[in-house]
């Protein structure tokens, strides 16, 4: 199989050639049109969750509602 590449490309010398321009200036063209950001954001994701419970106190809400909900999300 290789063989029959080397041949085949030794037999094309010069579509290999453009070949391997083409890829060399497409390449090019990618690494000067990649964004690159100097300072990457690594911050955490933050999501706000709404939940309403009428009629519960506020430490009830946080143990049977808050507290399940955070560690769901963050898992």
């Not at 990649?34 to 419970?53: F, H, N, W, Y």
């Amino acid at each position: 199989m290789i063989e029959r590449l080397i041949r085949w490309s030794i037999a094309n010398r010069v579509l290999v050639l453009i070949l391997a321009l083409v890829t060399g200036a497409v390449g090019l063209y990618a690494v000067k049109h990649t964004p690159v950001d100097a300072i990457p954001d690594l911050s955490d994701t933050q999501v706000i969750v709404r939940a309403e419970a009428p009629g519960l106190a506020p430490e009830v809400v946080e143990d049977q509602v808050t507290y399940p909900l955070t560690t769901a999300l963050m898992a």
